[in-house]
């Protein structure tokens, strides 16, 4: 397999995430963001640190347990019943470029171990390359079809985001459009 140049270059993160806001959860409400699931529901949640505008939204938080321990960082979206999308539980990970970059190589590899070709000219003609949760950007998925690939974003945090989820796809993939 012939993989594009950058393809496998670590990327490192800045030292110290900085999330826009906390947000505290209920007593009790914690337990199954501490299993990883990685949606945050609006009734699960006491209140967000400061109180959130609409600038906030799609903007990165910290979700913390009721008694303010760090529990995970994701995307926050006021307007969605899914109040967070989570995405590490890593509290020195942060939610930037490197993190798009190795989650999409990471399924792109995955994909390759089970048989797709999808870095090489003989890339399948269509194929779920992205499946949004199931490869840890929840809110994204990335299907391929022949020399073309289309994104799907299906929150408001990856819609923000899609200039640089395109550059990464395009540099990864090196696809027609």
């Given at each position: 397999?012939?993989?594009?140049?950058?393809?496998?270059?670590a990327?490192?993160?800045?030292?110290?995430?900085?999330?826009?806001?906390?947000?505290?959860?209920?007593?009790?409400?914690?337990?199954?963001?501490?299993?990883?699931?990685?949606?945050?529901?609006?009734s699960?949640?006491?209140?967000?640190?400061?109180?959130?505008?609409?600038?906030?939204?799609?903007?990165?938080?910290?979700l913390?347990?009721?008694?303010?321990?760090?529990?995970?960082?994701?995307?926050?979206?006021?307007?969605?019943?899914?109040?967070?999308?989570?995405?590490?539980?890593?509290?020195?990970?942060?939610?930037?470029?490197?993190l798009?970059?190795?989650?999409?190589?990471?399924?792109?590899?995955?994909?390759?171990?089970?048989?797709y070709?999808?870095?090489?000219?003989?890339?399948?003609?269509?194929?779920?390359?992205?499946?949004?949760?199931?490869?840890?950007l929840?809110?994204?998925?990335?299907?391929?079809?022949?020399?073309?690939?289309?994104?799907?974003?299906?929150?408001?945090?990856?819609?923000?985001?899609?200039?640089?989820?395109?550059?990464?796809?395009?540099?990864?993939?090196?696809?027609?459009?």
């Open positions: 397999m012939t993989r594009p140049p950058g393809f496998d270059e990327v490192e993160s800045p030292s110290a995430p900085v999330a826009a806001a906390r947000v505290r959860l209920r007593p009790r409400k914690a337990l199954p963001f501490y299993g990883r699931h990685p949606w945050v529901l609006e699960a949640i006491a209140r967000v640190e400061p109180t959130p505008d609409e600038s906030l939204d799609g903007a990165v938080v910290d913390v347990n009721d008694k303010g321990q760090f529990i995970a960082r994701g995307f926050y979206n006021g307007n969605s019943r899914i109040r967070v999308r989570l995405l590490t539980w890593d509290e020195s990970e942060g939610i930037d470029e490197s798009f970059r190795r989650r999409i190589a990471q399924a792109i590899l995955l994909r390759e171990q089970i048989g070709e999808v870095v090489s000219e003989r890339a399948m003609s269509a194929s779920r390359l992205f499946f949004s949760e199931s490869d840890g929840s809110g994204l998925i990335v299907d391929r079809y022949g020399e073309y690939l289309v994104l799907q974003p299906t929150s408001l945090a990856m819609a923000q985001r899609l200039e640089m989820i395109q550059a990464i796809l395009f540099d990864l993939l090196r696809p027609r459009g």
